[in-house]
């Protein structure tokens, strides 16, 4: 049972006061008949020794006389008004999701004093109910919409909200503990301007949580697909504690079993198994049709989240990799430690010198995350009936329309009898067709080292916004992962 500490005590400084008998305890059915009332917040330098004048600007008229007055305290979760007569505590209202009951004092407290008074009330009514226990359950908020690259504390922020999680999860839903959030470029797409009504993705709603992939624990279930204590992979708001509702329950996937031996820590499976290592998988065996071996695929932002493991198929298929990286450490590692056979650093050498040098012989696939230059010159370089997959465009994403860069060589599609497929690894689709082998795939490859990946793990939901416009800026080695803190 948590009592309402310090944090809330700020709000009412302590001041001397009559002492406080127990308070009565009023059913729900004896309440008094007090209308719900929204007035405005009390600023931070009138919640203690407000006087009647004062708190009549706050407050508005419970009845025709100037004598009670109604004041609503606004605490995060709790619903407190509280009845005043001739400046004396009177009667009190609470309202949570966990308990509804009005508090009579028995000794009517000054208001210079009320402050003490309801602490001391609200502790007594909870210490008498069910457990209440509110978590300041920091979340990764979703401000505002800008076609530009998202700016921490501008366009994402990060703030308490509060949650209890005693609470009966929603029905058919379930209450999760998370301990890992997958940061990706494909949520850039989900902070979208109110005009755009696209199906890709889940919209970010602007004053509300981030919705991602979240590594978590079930602590409670009204589903029978789901049990406290399984171990999920689920669609759910960014923040420590989260509710699942029943609509959203399809999209939470249980974590399979490890391979007996194999050790792999939560960033790399929410790496693999998450939506980088879905969309790899689902579209490279749907698009990247045999034969295989032999033929030449190039993979831009190789060292990215889904390039890292669509090269690491293509090898195993046989097939000769090349990769674009925005750094020479970047390159040493999807060449020495992935096994591509090749790469360079596009900011250092241009996609024609680069493909020249490293595909004089042209390409049979191009596997696009980038969009913009590299898919330009991708167009011209690609053989005859080649193959386009258009997996993301992170070079055009933080741009509005008018600055996004126009492709000249598109006349190749249509020259080159090339196909194009763009997919959303989330599909229906697509699902009943990979999911199901999936996750015992990719979980038997990890742990046969035959796939490897590479994550950056931020710590701290505090990070969260300025992990995000990093990603977005390619300012990040491998796949961004948040961990909730050192815990």
Known sequence: MTRLDSKYTK???????????????????????????????????????????????????????????????????????????????????????????????????????HGPCLISLINQTFASHSPFTMYPNKTLIYKSYSPYCPVPGVNLTVEPREFDPEADPPPGGITIRSSYLSLDPYQRGQMRSSTDTGTYSIPWVVGEPAVLTTLSTVLKSDT??????????????????????????????????????????????????????????????????????GKTILVSAASGGVGQVVGQLAKM????????????????????????????????????????????????FY???????????????????????????ISQYNKPDEEKYGIRTGMNIFFKRLSIYGFICSDPQHLAKYLPSFASDMLGWVSEGKLKTKEEVVVG???????????????????VVLKIDEN
């Not at 689920?234 to 399809?250: I, K, L, R």
């Not at 995350?369 to 997996?391: F, P, R």
């Open 317 to 364: 298929h046989g097939m000769k990799v090349i990769g674009s990286t925005g750094s020479a450490e970047k390159v040493d590692f999807v060449v020495n430690e992935l096994g591509f056979d090749a790469a360079w650093n596009y900011k250092e050498e241009t996609t024609a010198a680069a493909l020249a040098r490293l595909a004089p012989g042209g390409l049979d």
């Open 461 to 479: 939901l505090d990070n969260a916004p300025e992990a995000f416009a990093r990603m977005m800026e390619g300012d990040k080695f491998g796949k």
């Open 367 to 393: 596997y696009d995350n980038v969009g913009g230059e590299q898919l330009e010159v991708a167009l011209t370089k690609i053989k005859d009936y080649g193959v386009i997959v258009s997996s993301g465009m």
């Open 224 to 293: 029978p697909s789901f049990k406290p204590g399984d171990r999920v992979l689920a669609m759910a708001a960014a923040s420590e504690y989260a509710t699942v509702p029943a609509e959203f329950v399809a999209m939470v996937r249980p974590l399979p079993p490890v391979p007996p031996g194999a050790k792999i820590p939560p960033p790399a499976l929410i790496s693999a198994l998450g939506i980088p290592g879905l969309s790899a998988y689902v579209s490279f065996f749907e698009f990247i049709c045999e034969p295989r071996a």
């Open 11 to 113: 709000a009412f400084p302590a001041q001397p006061r009559e002492p406080v008998e127990k308070a009565a305890k009023v059913s729900c059915a004896e309440r008094f008949p007090i209308p719900p009332l929204s007035s405005p917040s009390i600023p931070s330098n009138h919640r203690s020794g407000l006087n009647e004048k004062e708190s009549e600007k706050y407050s508005p008229l419970w009845c025709k006389g100037h004598i009670f007055r109604l004041i609503h305290v606004p605490i995060p979760q709790i619903n407190l008004q509280v009845l005043l007569f001739k400046g004396r505590v009177t009667q009190i209202s609470i309202s949570t999701p966990a308990v509804k009951v009005v508090l009579i004092p028995s000794i009517s407290s000054p208001l210079t004093s």
